[in-house]
């Protein structure tokens, strides 16, 4: 088999052992799951209704078919709290996640390189100490922390943001783009050191190699060494970096989202848990991680175009 | 290190004298200190960390409270140190729980290799495509918050990680002769897998723990945060941080000291593991 067949392949397999896993993890709720949703004082017609809806009455293999039939229609279920599809909510939430996801990617992608390079060109020398401290300070950061900070600044310095009032995109693009700002850069920040760290080991690995002595040795100037070869082979080792960091700015922005009370996927998934709303649950924990096998998937797809070594090992 | 690869091999013994100097005294002196802390909470906190003073709600750090008190006339400096029991309590169980199944399913997937390993890494697989937390909070939602809880919830996210590590340990290590002088002796699998192969990882696993464990406090403070980890009374870090969000314009200070006790144990063990990976490999 290809490199390419062997990936798809290994893509739908996959997805489809998250879906197993998803369902699977919701399977083993201690007790009654429609007892614990309704609370111990429920009429015994509403726990029997519910149980209805929530498929309880029939047998686990069943229910898993039909809920993965729903799930290839796009069928998520329905929320019990909010009674509306789940995929509804998810998708009027993901309007606010995504920009905000994406945003923060951008940043960490024009902080992180730069910075990576910068501390890897002044290793261990004077110029280099403030941002190797920044980065190590960054790495440790709890990123929620760094966000109730952020709060605490733009209001105060700011004036003009006020926490927690997200503009809906149809009023005014601008100024929600704006009250996404703070929050992304809550996610953003930690991760632009974590990009940065790697960046500086590519650095000072590829340094050491043969074909950057040869570049010195046909007397090319320094910076022509560094941002013509020795960044694009650096390139290279980042891509795989940009998909493991994707997947951690979705889950930090779970957090982020609930400090800066923004109407996202985190914040969806942290009421669906106080409210015990297991379909709507089971409905985010499948689409987020659906998400990053894809995108694990995509990068793996770039991998293989940008270095076509990989595609003949 | 700019001097190049050659002079440092010929001075390597000052360079690891250099190397330990730094990045391990610094960890070392961290993590010590609040482990210290820990101990002196067991029998001294300047005030009771639970005990309320509706009088002295909200009252600025200075000479009678370090850092001040909470919404409900807390001494924040007590809890504080409180707050160093819950952290340690969470992460020790956590990790070591999660290195224990870690290290025996990675140790099995490596050395037998075949449909056992190729099972092994595809779950692996799977269960990191749930974002950080998010594997942690599924957990928790289907057993319900509480300090327990987490800590089970902690250890399962944990796992993977050092199934990993100690998979490819395993896969490197098995090919050496030494191992196949100990097959040829007539040696168990069992005894070959963890008295010969394993104490070649441990300068590994010690890095990976040390990470894990600034992991671990960081979801521990973010699922307590979220108000799904520590339930009052136990003091936590993270669910002070929750508690304080609501005065934070009132009373910042509230917010201040939790977070920087946080960042400050974290960066402990970062310089941690950072330093022992130095020791181990002085290449970086």
């Not at chain 2, 707050?83 to 990790?95: D, H, N, W």
């Not at chain 2, 599924?138 to 996210?157: D, E, Q, Y």
Request: positive net charge; contains cysteine.
């Amino acid at each position: 088999m290809g490199y390419l067949p062997g990936k798809i392949l290994s893509f739908f397999f996959t997805m489809w052992l998250v879906s197993l896993i998803t369902f699977a993890v919701f399977q083993i709720i201690p007790g009654n799951p429609a007892l614990i949703i309704l609370g111990a004082e429920a009429e015994p017609e509403q726990v029997v209704a519910l149980e209805r809806e929530l498929g309880l009455d029939q047998p686990l293999s069943k229910r898993y078919l039909s809920w993965l039939k729903g799930l290839c229609r796009g069928d998520l279920g329905n929320s019990l709290r909010f009674s509306q599809p789940v995929k509804n909510l998810l998708v009027s939430s993901l309007k606010v996640t995504l920009p905000m996801a994406g945003m923060a990617l951008v940043i960490v992608i024009f902080l992180g390189i730069p910075l990576g390079i910068y501390t890897g060109r002044y290793n261990q020398q004077k110029r280099g100490f403030i941002p190797a401290t920044l980065v190590r300070l960054g790495i440790a950061m709890p990123s929620f922390w760094l966000g109730i900070l952020l709060m605490l600044a733009f209001a105060r310095l700011i004036k003009c943001f006020t926490p927690g009032a997200f503009v809906p995109w149809e009023e005014n693009w601008a100024k929600a783009l704006f009250s996404l700002f703070p929050p992304a850069l809550a996610v953003a920040l930690p991760r632009v050191a974590i990009l940065a760290r790697y960046v500086r080991t590519a650095f000072l690995e590829e340094k050491e190699a043969d074909y950057i002595r040869t570049a010195y040795a046909k007397g090319l100037k320094n910076k022509t060494v560094l941002y013509k070869h020795l960044l694009k082979n650096i390139l290279i080792s980042i891509t795989t970096i940009i998909g493991l960091i994707l997947t951690d700015v979705l889950g930090g922005s779970i957090i982020i989202e609930n400090v800066f009370a923004i109407p996202g996927v985190g914040r969806l998934l942290v009421s669906a848990i106080s409210y015990r709303d297991f379909p709507l649950l089971q409905g985010i924990a499948l689409y987020l991680a659906g998400v990053v096998v894809f995108i694990n998937f995509i990068v793996d797809f770039l991998y293989c175009i940008i270095d076509p070594r990989i595609r003949i090992s | 290190m700019s001097n190049g690869y050659q002079s440092m091999s010929l001075k390597i013994g000052e360079t690891m004298k250099k190397k330990v100097s730094t990045n391990l005294i610094l960890g070392c002196f961290i993590v010590v200190f609040f482990f210290f802390v820990m101990f002196v909470s067991f029998v001294y906190t300047p005030y009771d960390a639970n005990q309320m003073r509706s009088e002295d709600r909200f009252h600025p750090p200075g000479k009678r409270y370090l850092f001040g008190t909470d919404n409900f006339g807390r001494d924040i400096f007590s809890r504080i140190m409180k707050g160093t029991e819950t952290a340690f309590l969470v992460g020790t169980i956590s990790i070591s729980m999660g290195m224990l199944i870690g290290v025996f399913l990675g140790a099995l997937s490596g050395y037998y290799g075949g449909w056992f390993d190729r099972i092994i890494m595809k779950i692996n697989e799977t269960l990191q495509a749930f974002p950080g937390i998010l594997l942690a909070l599924m957990i928790v939602a289907v057993f319900g918050p509480g300090t327990i809880n987490t800590i089970v919830a902690l250890s399962i996210t944990a796992v993977p990680g050092f199934i990993r590590i100690t998979r490819s340990g395993f896969l490197q290590f098995r090919e050496y002769n030494f191992v196949e002088a100990a097959r040829a002796l007539g040696f168990g699998s069992s005894r070959i897998m963890f008295k010969h192969i394993l104490p070649n990882l441990f300068p590994t696993l010690v890095v990976a723990v040390s990470n894990g464990f600034a992991g671990t406090l960081l979801a521990e403070a973010g699922l307590s945060y979220l108000g799904l980890g520590v339930q009052p009374p136990d003091p936590s870090w993270g669910r002070m941080l929750h508690e304080a969000q609501s005065y934070l314009f009132s009373a910042p200070w509230y917010s201040l000291a939790p977070g920087f006790a946080l960042l400050l144990l974290i960066l402990g063990f970062n310089f941690l593991s950072d330093g022992i990976r130095d020791l181990i490999d002085p290449k970086y």
